[in-house]
């Protein structure tokens, strides 16, 4: 008969095992947990679907276009672009503990076991935000266990990699909203017109309740049921304390203004500079079209968000929306080369077609500064050389051929120098300026500046008959404001990969002096003229309050305004695709956009003056004569030259003696007040 006490020891024996047993077996989880915490923090998360599709940036770092193969309707923002109340209603309707568990809500997932168990099927869920974002970046719904156990594995790791803002941020941009429309910002619009940011109370409970069901709770499929849904989430809010019963009773009993379905329209930044880039990049940055819609690159862009809107806007109230009449817009900053703002087209979704980048329009009077540029860097003429403006045939090609022809409205100006023909754009004095100093010159400074469509040398060319794009027109009139000093143009400053790894970065560019600084001055000076009194600009001469240059152009079919800041260089063009003639109307919008897209561009910009390069001299003119004012002379101007281009004669017309100055030299010592208080300006 066995001994008590060896029955004792034994059970002893047995319990102290298990006790051991179980201790090694919750050791082993915890380590396997660990392991497995450690192994998930170190793997990388799949490329999601919206992770592969390359962003596009502005030169402010915000994402202002996606490249997606699927073309769905995607406008990721940041969280702090989105309504504080779509936020609270989200969360509230959603996952209220968000900020307080660990991606998986353990209290809820009990009690919907409960539930499931109690009703013999899957009645209640308990699925966490980030457990939905693992779910719609990573995996199918199917509602297999496989898929169960990859959503926790990628749901712990969103958690141990990102912080909660970020995967909340993530999640608003992602969840679908039914009707194509994928992310907060994208169902803003498409529902209401209006920015995530602008979503009032009655507006975010509404689009907070339509993930649960895309189909069921559309208000355009079902506005009983969206309705209904969108009370139920006003009184989770309540419940959670974000806002009142009264604030609730309130935004439920708001009329909803919905945009009318099939009349939305997907707002795209930018989309003919996007085009512009993605052609860039896959064409001469050596990326390909997959890397793009499945590369998870960012492409970092020159565009300045305020310019773009600026140029939008402009566009806009510069022209007929029900006319046929076509436009472009593109400027540059002449210091980098970098293109701040393109508009290619009045409206990107009746027309993709990108004028800013069309090599068929002639650019007209417009093209006249290349040419004068020549004259004046050439030192063959000055702004004071003369022609007499009247019907003439010239001959040209050893006078085997005949040109003849005529300014706007047969007006003739008599014997005019270069500055009054740039202003009244006088067509006669263009020509025998291109014979004297020689079309293939005139060709080979327009190649410095950079314009590389073909141009004809023929007598015509100084009248703009050879096409040219405004994009080239802007990056040429870009050199002339940078003292001479072509800057490459620039749109893409660096692409980096789905690691963060830099794959293309922008070369830095030095520039190169194609031009005399002085002679690049002294145009601008002329063309000054331009917006003054008599000019063919002057009728927008109120809308801009700091200095500018350029110069319009017409031709039967294109009208051009291209001009300049210090800042900013840009090409206006208006014209109608079809090779219909323009009206005088239609020739009056080009140079109103310029202005006003100058002016909202820049007005957070201080007015500056051009800078006065060395080698330019100024001198007292009598108008007259053309010749160094006297002490006597009634009427004399202050005119800029070239050193050693300015006039040494006094004028004889009026008698006294000649107690002024020739000119200031080219050395800064001995130049004028006038001189000296424009550099003191320009510091």
Same mark, same amino acid.
């Given at each position: 008969?066995?001994?008590?006490?060896?029955?004792?020891?034994?059970?002893?024996?047995?319990?102290?095992?298990?006790?051991?047993?179980?201790?090694?077996?919750?050791?082993?989880?915890?380590?396997?947990?660990?392991?497995?915490?450690?192994?998930?923090?170190?793997?990388?998360?799949?490329?999601?679907? &919206?992770?592969?599709?390359?962003?596009?940036?502005?030169?402010?770092?915000?994402?202002?276009?996606?490249?997606?193969?699927?073309?769905?309707?995607?406008?990721?923002?940041?969280?702090?672009?989105?309504?504080?109340?779509?936020?609270?209603?989200?969360?509230?309707?959603?996952?209220?503990?968000?900020?307080?568990?660990?991606?998986?809500?353990?209290?809820?997932?009990?009690?919907?076991?409960?539930?499931?168990?109690?009703?013999?099927?899957?009645?209640?869920?308990?699925?966490?935000?980030?457990?939905?974002?693992?779910?719609?970046?990573?995996?199918?719904?199917?509602?297999?266990?496989?898929?169960?156990?990859?959503?926790?594995?990628?749901?712990?790791?969103?958690?141990?990699?990102?912080?909660?803002?970020?995967?909340?941020?993530?999640?608003?941009?992602?969840?679908?909203?039914?009707?194509?429309?994928?992310?907060?910002?994208?169902?803003?619009?498409?529902?209401?017109?209006?920015?995530?940011?602008?979503?009032?109370?009655?507006?975010?409970?509404?689009?907070?309740?339509?993930?649960?069901?895309?189909?069921?709770?559309?208000?355009?499929?079902?506005?009983?049921?969206?309705?209904?849904?969108?009370?139920? /989430?006003?009184?989770?809010?309540? *419940? &959670?304390?974000?806002?009142?019963?009264?604030?609730?009773?309130?935004?439920?009993?708001?009329?909803?203004?919905?945009?009318?379905?099939?009349?939305?329209? /997907?707002?795209?930044?930018?989309?003919?500079?996007?085009?512009?880039?993605?052609?860039?990049?896959?064409?001469?940055?050596?990326?390909?079209?997959?890397?793009?819609?499945?590369?998870?690159?960012?492409?970092?862009?020159?565009?300045?968000?305020?310019?773009?809107?600026?140029?939008?806007?402009?566009?806009?109230?510069?022209?007929?929306?029900?006319? *046929?009449?076509?436009?472009?817009?593109?400027?540059?900053?002449?210091?980098?080369?970098?293109?701040?703002?393109?508009?290619?087209?009045?409206?990107?979704? &009746?027309?993709?077609?990108?004028?800013?980048?069309?090599?068929?329009?002639?650019?007209?009077?417009?093209?006249?500064?290349?040419?004068?540029?020549?004259?004046?860097?050439?030192?063959?003429?000055?702004?004071?050389?003369?022609?007499?403006?009247?019907?003439?045939?010239?001959?040209?090609?050893?006078?085997?051929?005949?040109?003849?022809?005529?300014?706007?409205?047969?007006?003739?100006?008599?014997?005019?120098?270069?500055?009054?023909?740039?202003?009244?754009?006088?067509?006669?004095?263009?020509?025998?300026?291109?014979?004297?100093?020689?079309?293939?010159?005139?060709?080979?400074?327009?190649?410095?500046?950079?314009?590389?469509?073909?141009?004809?040398?023929?007598?015509?060319?100084?009248?703009?008959?050879?096409?040219?794009?405004?994009?080239?027109?802007?990056?040429?009139?870009?050199?002339?404001?940078?003292?001479?000093?072509?800057?490459?143009?620039?749109?893409?400053?660096?692409?980096?990969?789905?690691?963060?790894?830099?794959?293309?970065?922008?070369?830095?560019?030095?520039?190169?002096?194609?031009?005399?600084?002085?002679?690049?001055?002294?145009?601008?000076?002329?063309?000054?003229?331009?917006?003054?009194?008599?000019?063919?600009?002057?009728?927008?001469?109120?809308?801009?309050?700091?200095?500018?240059?350029?110069?319009?152009?017409?031709?039967?079919?294109?009208?051009?305004?291209?001009?300049?800041?210090?800042?900013?260089?840009?090409?206006?063009?208006?014209?109608?695709?079809?090779?219909?003639?323009?009206?005088?109307?239609?020739?009056?919008?080009?140079?109103?956009?310029?202005?006003?897209?100058?002016?909202?561009?820049?007005?957070?910009?201080?007015?500056?003056?051009?800078?006065?390069?060395?080698?330019?001299?100024?001198?007292?003119?009598?108008?007259?004569?053309?010749?160094?004012?006297?002490?006597?002379?009634?009427?004399?101007?202050?005119?800029?030259?070239?050193?050693?281009?300015?006039?040494?004669?006094?004028?004889?017309?009026?008698?006294?003696?000649?107690?002024?100055?020739?000119?200031?030299?080219?050395?800064?010592?001995?130049?004028?007040?006038?001189?000296?208080?424009?550099?003191?300006? &320009?510091?």
């Amino acid at each position: 008969m066995p001994q008590p006490h060896n029955t004792k020891s034994k059970r002893k024996s047995r319990f102290a095992a298990l006790i051991k047993l179980m201790l090694a077996m919750t050791v082993a989880v915890i380590v396997s947990v660990g392991i497995l915490l450690g192994y998930l923090y170190q793997k990388s998360l799949p490329v999601a679907d &919206t992770d592969r599709n390359s962003r596009l940036l502005d030169s402010q770092g915000s994402i202002m276009a996606t490249f997606s193969a699927s073309g769905r309707n995607y406008e990721p923002v940041a969280l702090k672009q989105i309504s504080p109340m779509l936020i609270q209603a989200t969360l509230a309707v959603e996952d209220r503990k968000f900020y307080d568990h660990i991606g998986f809500d353990l209290k809820g997932m009990g009690r919907a076991i409960l539930v499931n168990l109690k009703e013999m099927e899957r009645a209640q869920g308990a699925s966490t935000l980030t457990q939905q974002l693992a779910r719609n970046l990573y995996l199918s719904h199917a509602k297999t266990w496989t898929r169960k156990f990859k959503e926790a594995m990628y749901t712990a790791q969103l958690e141990m990699k990102y912080s909660k803002n970020e995967i909340l941020q993530m999640y608003l941009n992602e969840i679908y909203y039914g009707h194509g429309a994928n992310g907060i910002e994208a169902a803003s619009q498409m529902y209401f017109g209006k920015s995530a940011s602008e979503l009032d109370l009655a507006e975010s409970a509404m689009l907070a309740g339509i993930p649960k069901g895309p189909t069921y709770y559309s208000p355009y499929n079902h506005m009983d049921n969206a309705k209904r849904r969108q009370k139920i /989430v006003l009184s989770t809010m309540v *419940e &959670t304390g974000d806002i009142t019963k009264q604030e609730a009773d309130t935004a439920a009993a708001e009329v909803l203004r919905f945009k009318p379905q099939g009349q939305q329209q /997907v707002r795209v930044t930018a989309p003919f500079f996007r085009d512009y880039v993605k052609n860039l990049v896959t064409t001469q940055l050596g990326v390909s079209e997959e890397q793009l819609d499945h590369g998870g690159l960012n492409i970092y862009t020159t565009l300045d968000p305020h310019a773009q809107a600026a140029a939008e806007q402009a566009v806009a109230q510069g022209m007929d929306a029900q006319s *046929e009449l076509e436009t472009a817009l593109v400027s540059i900053d002449p210091r980098t080369g970098y293109v701040k703002a393109m508009v290619g087209g009045k409206n990107y979704k &009746t027309s993709q077609f990108n004028h800013a980048l069309a090599k068929t329009r002639q650019p007209g009077s417009s093209f006249k500064p290349i040419m004068y540029l020549t004259a004046l860097s050439s030192k063959t003429m000055t702004g004071l050389s003369t022609f007499n403006s009247e019907p003439t045939l010239f001959h040209y090609d050893d006078n085997r051929k005949t040109y003849q022809p005529s300014n706007f409205g047969d007006k003739y100006l008599g014997e005019i120098n270069m500055q009054e023909a740039i202003a009244a754009s006088d067509n006669i004095y263009a020509v025998n300026t291109l014979l004297k100093v020689g079309a293939d010159n005139v060709i080979t400074m327009a190649r410095k500046l950079g314009i590389i469509s073909p141009l004809h040398s023929v007598p015509s060319l100084a009248l703009g008959t050879s096409p040219i794009s405004p994009f080239e027109m802007a990056s040429a009139f870009a050199v002339m404001s940078n003292s001479g000093k072509r800057m490459p143009p620039v749109a893409v400053l660096k692409i980096t990969d789905a690691a963060g790894e830099v794959i293309y970065q922008a070369p830095e560019a030095t520039g190169d002096q194609v031009v005399d600084p002085a002679a690049a001055y002294v145009l601008t000076h002329l063309m000054e003229s331009v917006f003054e009194s008599g000019g063919t600009g002057s009728r927008v001469s109120s809308m801009i309050k700091r200095p500018v240059a350029g110069k319009t152009g017409t031709t039967d079919t294109d009208a051009w305004m291209v001009g300049y800041t210090p800042e900013l260089a840009t090409a206006v063009w208006v014209g109608y695709d079809k090779g219909r003639d323009i009206t005088t109307m239609d020739g009056h919008r080009a140079a109103p956009i310029f202005a006003q897209f100058t002016e909202k561009a820049l007005e957070n910009v201080p007015p500056k003056i051009f800078a006065i390069p060395n080698g330019v001299v100024t001198a007292y003119v009598d108008k007259s004569s053309g010749k160094l004012a006297s002490a006597d002379c009634p009427d004399k101007k202050l005119e800029v030259f070239i050193a050693g281009t300015e006039p040494t004669e006094y004028c004889s017309l009026h008698g006294g003696e000649q107690k002024q100055p020739a000119a200031n030299s080219g050395n800064p010592e001995e130049r004028s007040w006038w001189s000296h208080f424009k550099r003191w300006l &320009t510091d």
